[in-house]
């Protein structure tokens, strides 16, 4: 049996492992969402981008479904306190993630522009919704939410949404915004009929630019602009799961992790690499491009990981309460069960994806939509 | 400390009661109809008649649909226990948190990448391979039902586990009598049979339509079939398994078991079954109850002379628990001081299976150590379900439950005799049935769930306790969002559900087969 210490470092891993799943597999789905009205200049062409999504964003979005439950799982207060806390944030988040599955479904069940129309915007919001609170919402960990606990552990939160609306939260919100459009670009650059796939590639390029430069923005700021929060004294890496048994001093750096433990840069580095890489394989070489952004959607949400390790949710209002690695988890069982069942099951779920994907391969194109549409 | 507000509790739990009976409309069609989809795609690989593939195709649309809303309004409840139950979380993620993440893992995972393949594959793969997707997407739901069940039955029964002070929560001792919970089997097989009955009458019903407009006769009739045969099974199967349910419920839930029986005294072995009465839950008396010697007693105990109490004795063996609750209660705050108290380690493992009878006080005074006597009485009387709503929610689920059983041997008789278009009452009788699984599914979620309050895990942690530190603005606000939200959907599914009924497969040109073919369709 593992230590608890080793079990703590490899969920805050995986937790890691799932998010960024989330972010490359559904990041796509929503990126071409997002770029529905963009991309698509009519209904047919709207139809291919959705066509190129439709028979395997439901099984992407489970990467979310499960970086949640394994969350509640594993890391039950972080759970607890983030969506309780922004509330809003959250129900946001959820009524898109609701009107997805419909909009999928239902777009094409009556044949009338208005209601495809309708569902393409409601599609369009809700991606762009999803893609921002996100971003937002991560950011905001780095300043630190406005929670404290009692000494039964219940939590109370004492801010609203718009507090949540920091100028630094809101840049992180482009950056994921910026990223998983350009994410989506890219997959449209190699699924799409040709003629949409060349709009795709430029839109892939402008977008990665964008999110490049507010990247290094964010970093700047993060570095001069936003306090970092340490744990005092040596780390309980093996205490009992009870936030309250610490001390968080604010003020220092959030780059002290990097300083730690160096290797942790190759995180950012990949992130910018990729993102010129980008720049260098769409357009060109498509599949390639698709990678390089996946790489560098990983990247990126590994550098924020790394940054505040070890700590998952900073509080502002009361440091002691901050949720780390080290003070958050379930139990050891709890733990070392949960990670026999995904290492058993996750590489299941990996081979039957790939397999999906394989029979489902080659690009949409608008002969195929046109030949469809005769259907009924 | 944080006093709770009663407002958030009674709005939290009524958006969770709202948001679950919507969820449950959808979960129990998809869970029944995907395995209707998988025994007609087996005939048809078995026989190659393309009719039984478009029979596939045609419910496969109206699958669609449903399954759709059972992702969207899915969603929701994972969010929920976060969003506005979050002490729960906290206090009970470490056990209940698991087995809904191997859900993740294990089934949705598998439906939901199956999901599209299952809709735009059929030019793509192989006959077998095909039917491959139909049959695994088909265990993925009934898995994810099982490891569903497998939370809630540690709700109803929260065995393998233990109250740690260091964490003011729960946490596993043993995650396989989480896993091998009793309750857990028997709810599982109880409500995806139950799920079945649904799937099958939704076909039964709709085809017994065709057949009165004389459309689409040949593809009723096979589906009738199936449906009649499928039924049958289910509905054997959803009486029997709930009738072990029951079993369960009077050895783990006592008081459950009483108040679905509105026994107010322990009635001398074997108890009677009140077939019907008034229940009045002031008086503690059931007016004009109609009885049934000895039959009560030999479902709940299966035998002749084990008593079931009733419940004003369970409300005084509550007062005793209340009584050993505060004590572990005071053991836990010495732990808190100091945690190598021997002597209140010691107090709180004798009585901290009882620990959650003292939090049942704090909807009445803020340290259970102060409580009065009429505190405990309250607190003990708090314990009391709604009687007359789980007396009649449980008898109209089980004359649901005959029913089902009556209609689905008439019509596997009438399959048999190939006379199931010979009567238009028997169809006129098949097509309103069509609300009668719901209405049943409904209220056995209100059963369960009601029937466990004031417990959001039985014996251990209070409902009311449960709650997020949100405002009643908030959750008023994401209630009316949901309200909202779900009544335009629910007008949406139900428009596009009767839509493509009443087109029918004559309409859609599905069968029979027209020159445009519609396997390459989408969902």
């Not at chain 1, 890691?16 to 698509?40: C, E, H, Q, R, S």
């Not at chain 1, 937002?136 to 609306?165: E, K, Q, Y």
């Not at chain 1, 744990?231 to 220092?252: C, I, M, R």
């Not at chain 2, 939090?359 to 607190?379: E, F, M």
């Amino acid at each position: 049996m593992l230590d608890y210490a080793t079990l703590r470092v490899i969920w805050w891993a995986l937790l890691g492992t799932l998010l960024i799943g989330f972010a490359i597999m559904d990041g796509f789905d929503f990126g071409v969402a997002g770029l529905l009205k963009g991309l698509g200049r009519d209904n047919e062409e709207r139809q291919v981008l959705l066509e190129g999504i439709e028979p395997t964003w439901e099984g992407n979005q489970v990467w979310f479904i499960l970086a949640g439950g394994a969350t509640f799982a594993a890391w039950p207060m972080l759970y607890a306190v983030s969506f309780s806390g922004m509330y809003f944030a959250i129900a946001l988040v959820l009524l898109a993630l609701i009107l997805r599955p419909v909009g999928f479904n239902f777009r094409g069940k009556i044949h009338d522009p208005r209601w495809a129309s309708l569902w393409d915007w409601v599609l369009t919001g809700s991606g762009l919704a999803v893609m921002l609170l996100a971003g937002v919402a991560f950011g905001n960990l780095f300043l630190g939410l406005p929670f404290r606990f009692d000494d039964d552990l219940r939590m109370s939160w004492h801010g609203g949404f718009l507090d949540l609306l920091h100028p630094f939260a809101l840049l992180c919100g482009l950056i994921s915004l910026a990223m998983l459009l350009a994410h989506g670009a890219c997959f449209a650059a190699f699924k799409a009929d040709h003629a949409i796939a060349a709009r795709a590639v430029a839109i892939a390029r402008w977008t990665t630019l964008v999110f490049a430069a507010l990247y290094v923005l964010a970093g700047l700021w993060l570095a001069w602009g936003v306090p970092g929060y340490a744990v005092v004294g040596p780390a309980a890496t093996e205490g009992v799961s009870n936030p309250l048994f610490k001390q968080v001093a604010v003020g220092g750096s959030w780059f002290a992790s990097y300083l730690q433990y160096p290797w942790f840069w190759t995180a950012p580095l990949l992130a910018l690499a990729a993102a010129v890489g980008v720049q260098v394989l769409v357009g060109r070489r498509n599949m390639a491009g698709f990678l390089a952004s996946s790489v560098m959607v990983g990247g990126t949400i590994a550098s924020a990981g790394f940054a505040l390790f070890p700590f998952l949710l900073p509080s502002s209002l009361d440091p002691h309460s901050s949720l780390t690695v080290w003070d958050a988890s379930s139990s050891r069982g709890t733990l070392q069960l949960m990670l026999v069942a995904t290492a058993v099951l996750l590489p299941v779920v990996i081979l039957y994806t790939g397999w999906v994907y394989r029979v489902m391969r080659g690009r949409v194109t608008l002969e195929q939509v046109r030949k469809a549409h005769g259907g009924y | 400390m944080i006093l709770i507000d009663t407002d958030v509790v009674t709005l939290s739990r009524l958006q969770f009661a709202l948001t679950a009976l919507y969820h449950f409309l959808f979960v129990p069609l998809t869970l029944g109809l995907v395995w209707m989809l998988a025994i007609m795609e087996s005939v048809y690989v078995m026989t190659g008649r393309e009719v039984w593939k478009r029979m596939v195709q045609f419910w496969g649309v109206l699958f669609g649909i449903n399954f759709a809303m059972g992702v969207a309004t899915g969603v929701t409840m994972e969010f929920q226990f976060g969003m506005n139950w979050a002490y729960y979380s906290h206090y009970v993620g470490d056990i209940f948190g698991a087995p809904l993440a191997i859900e993740g893992l294990m089934a949705f995972f598998l439906e939901a990448t199956l999901i599209g393949v299952f809709f735009v594959g059929w030019d793509r793969l192989s006959r077998i391979k095909h039917l491959l997707v139909t049959w695994f997407l088909a265990l993925g739901t009934s898995l994810s039902a099982l490891w569903i069940l497998v939370a809630n039955a540690w709700m109803q029964h929260p065995v393998g586990s233990a109250f740690n002070p260091a964490t003011m929560r729960m946490e596993v001792t043993s995650f396989s009598e989480v896993l091998f919970n009793t309750v857990a089997q028997e709810k599982f097989v109880h409500t995806v049979s139950a799920g079945y009955v649904l799937g099958a009458m939704f076909v039964l019903s709709i085809s017994a339509w065709y057949l009165l407009r004389g459309r689409n006769v040949d593809f009723a009739k096979r589906s009738m079939t199936v449906a009649a045969s499928f039924g049958l099974a289910a509905a054997l199967s959803v009486v029997v398994l709930g009738d072990e349910s029951g079993y369960g419920v009077s050895l783990n839930q006592k008081m459950k078991m009483a108040a679905i029986e509105a026994m107010w005294e322990t009635e001398p072995a074997p108890a009677p079954f009140t077939v019907f009465g008034l229940p009045d839950l002031e008086q503690r008396t059931t007016h004009y109850a109609l009885k049934i010697p000895w039959v009560m007693g030999l479902i709940g105990t299966r035998s002749l002379d084990q008593t079931m109490p009733g419940i004003n004795e369970l409300v005084d063996d509550a007062k005793g628990r209340i009584g050993n609750g505060i004590q572990a209660y005071d053991a836990m705050l010495m732990l808190r001081q100091n945690k190598d108290d021997a002597q209140a380690k010691a107090t709180l493992a004798a009585h901290d299976k009882d620990l959650g009878y003292a939090l049942l006080l704090k909807k009445y005074v803020d340290d259970p150590r102060r409580a009065t006597p009429a505190d405990i009485q309250q607190a003990a009387d708090s314990t009391i379900p709604n009687v007359p709503v789980l007396f009649w929610s449980f008898r109209i689920m089980v004359a649901c439950g005959f029913y089902f059983i009556a209609l689905f041997a008439l019509s596997f008789w009438k399959a048999s005799k190939r006379t199931l278009d010979s009567q238009r009452w028997y169809l006129r009788l098949a097509l309103w049935s069509l609300p009668l699984p719901w209405i049943a599914i409904e209220l056995g979620w209100i059963v369960a769930e009601y029937g466990r309050q004031p417990w959001a895990i039985e014996g251990v942690l209070p409902t009311a306790l449960g709650v997020s530190a949100v405002s009643t603005g908030q959750i008023l606000t994401s209630l009316g969002g949901f309200v909202l939200f779900y009544t335009a959907l629910a007008v949406v599914d139900a428009v596009l559900m009767l839509k493509f009924a009443r087109k029918g497969p004559d309409g859609l040109g599905i069968w029979p087969p027209a020159t445009t073919v519609l396997s390459s369709d989408r969902p």
